[in-house]
């Protein structure tokens, strides 16, 4: 059973630019969750989304970012005219459940030049 | 949220046990503990997770006291391959808590030869 994809594992971008990352959850799981970690900090939760629906994005700036899990597909997480302070590791967490273990992906690396 | 406090960063040598404490003064009735190991460049890793007195698994053991107000990752005989960072995780699985992760700073385990 392969665990949590994640991909491009290494995005670089210019200001301005777009990035689009990408996670397909472990087989059966159908929750999903970004995180984000800065250098030398934990992660951050970001948004928690159930296939089609965004069940809790409180913790996703309100501007230039948002993210996605359709039916078909990976989720998706996308930021709009990146900036400096967007360069970050961003993981994806998958579980069965809302409640259960969450288990992580390798990450994106996110450089913004 | 209860918050949670662990030490920076911690040495010690293959073979011995590793003990690392984790503060969680304000923990709820309905809080679990759980453990993450992350190794650079990589997602974090569920190890093992408790609500009281003890639980082990094949990786490591959980000491939580009568009072829940802490808790002791143990590693029995560790190798240079535990050098990572160790999150302590303080939550509720059944609410929002539990599936929106908090990670502090984490402690920095280091084992040496």
């Known amino acids: 059973n392969a665990g949590v994809m994640q991909n491009p594992r290494h995005l670089v971008r210019r200001r301005g630019q777009e990035a689009r990352l990408r996670c397909s959850p472990m087989k059966g799981h159908s929750h999903v969750y970004w995180y984000r970690q800065l250098p030398e900090e934990g992660l951050k939760f970001m948004v928690y989304?159930?296939?089609?629906?965004?069940?809790?994005e409180s913790g996703m700036p309100k501007e230039r970012f948002s993210a996605e899990f359709p039916k078909e597909g990976p989720s998706i997480l996308r930021i709009q005219q990146v900036v400096r302070g967007d360069s970050a590791a961003y993981f994806c967490?998958?579980?069965?459940?809302?409640?259960?273990?969450?288990?992580f992906g390798p990450g994106t690396r996110l450089t913004v030049l | 949220l209860a918050k949670t406090t662990q030490p920076i960063s911690m040495d010690s040598y293959e073979g011995q046990e590793v003990n690392i404490t984790c503060s969680h003064n304000?923990?709820?009735?309905?809080?679990?503990i759980t453990w993450y190991q992350q190794f650079p460049s990589q997602g974090p890793r569920f190890i093992i997770q408790g609500y009281k007195t003890k639980v082990t698994n094949e990786v490591a053991s959980l000491f939580i006291p009568a009072d829940r107000k802490s808790s002791t990752l143990s590693l029995p005989r560790v190798s240079l391959s535990d050098t990572a960072v160790y999150y302590c995780?303080?939550?509720?699985?059944?609410?929002?808590?539990?599936?929106?992760?908090?990670f502090g700073t984490g402690t920095q385990l280091k084992v040496e030869l």
């Open positions: 967490a998958s579980s069965t459940t809302g409640t259960d273990t969450q288990y």
């Open positions: 304000n923990i709820a009735t309905n809080d679990y």
């Open positions: 989304l159930q296939k089609e629906n965004i069940i809790d």
């Open positions: 995780l303080v939550g509720d699985p059944l609410t929002g808590g539990g599936n929106k992760l908090t």
